[in-house]
């Protein structure tokens, strides 16, 4: 099983700012890589797929990159409703699987 | 498209935790997608149980093989998860979701249900 490490555990950042997280797989997982947001009490939303095609209705502001193990999920300029926590997911090999997430908070 | 999962929260140890989710707005039957169980343990990650195709069998997350069932029941536009012998370890948020195949794999979720919250306990 591959497993997916998320970088920080917890990310504070003013809004406005610029937000990066990181993500990194145990083993190549080429770009077959989504990341996902989830807000307290939801489930989580599609962000990115591919590892940088944005989905259906996300803001340009969600850029995600890389291949291979090595990953990133960068928020441009961050906004109130985009403080959540966000989980990347390899889906290369069965079983699919996810980091433990990074929280995003206000500073 | 929406995706509701139903189904007892209470489960005691040893016994079978059946959930079940209705899918609307997409018929199953008409193929393109996978049809997805993933569970969220309380404050933790994601796990795959595992996923269905309209037509193919079911493919499950060998850490649960020996225990789980996954259905489909297309004429009622259902997915059904059964996991057998739960204890404590299986109470978790478990999400029924639709996702994009990515070769014979699961690939990405594109859909996701409310998540329904069970708890294994005597």
């Known amino acids: 099983e591959i497993v997916m490490t998320q970088s920080p555990a917890t990310l504070s950042v003013s809004p406005g700012e610029r937000a990066t997280l990181s993500c990194r797989a145990s083993?190549?997982?080429?770009?077959?890589l989504a990341w996902y947001q989830q807000k307290p009490g939801q489930a989580p939303r599609l962000l990115i797929y591919?590892?940088?095609i944005r989905a259906t209705g996300i803001p340009a502001r969600f850029t995600g990159s890389g291949s291979g193990t090595d990953f990133t999920l960068t928020i441009s300029s961050l906004q109130s409703e985009d403080f959540a926590v966000y989980f990347c997911?390899?889906?290369?090999?069965?079983?699919?699987?996810f980091g433990q997430g990074t929280n995003v908070e206000i500073k | 498209v929406q995706l509701q999962e139903s189904g007892p929260r209470l489960v005691r140890p040893s016994q079978t935790l059946s959930l079940t989710c209705n899918v609307s707005g997409v018929a199953i039957s008409s193929g393109g997608y996978y049809w997805n169980w993933i569970r969220q343990h309380p404050g933790k990650g994601l796990e795959y149980i595992g996923y269905i195709s309209h037509s193919g069998s079911p493919y499950y997350n060998p850490a649960l093989e020996s225990r789980v069932d996954i259905s489909l029941d297309t004429s009622k536009t259902q997915i059904s998860l059964k996991l057998r012998s739960v204890s404590a370890a299986d109470t978790a948020l478990y999400y029924c979701a639709r996702s994009d195949p990515y070769g014979d794999n699961a690939g990405w979720v594109d859909t996701w249900g409310q998540g329904t919250l069970v708890t294994v306990s005597s």
């Open positions: 083993q190549n997982v080429n770009g077959n």
């Open positions: 591919g590892a940088s």
């Open positions: 997911q390899q889906y290369n090999n069965w079983p699919g699987t």
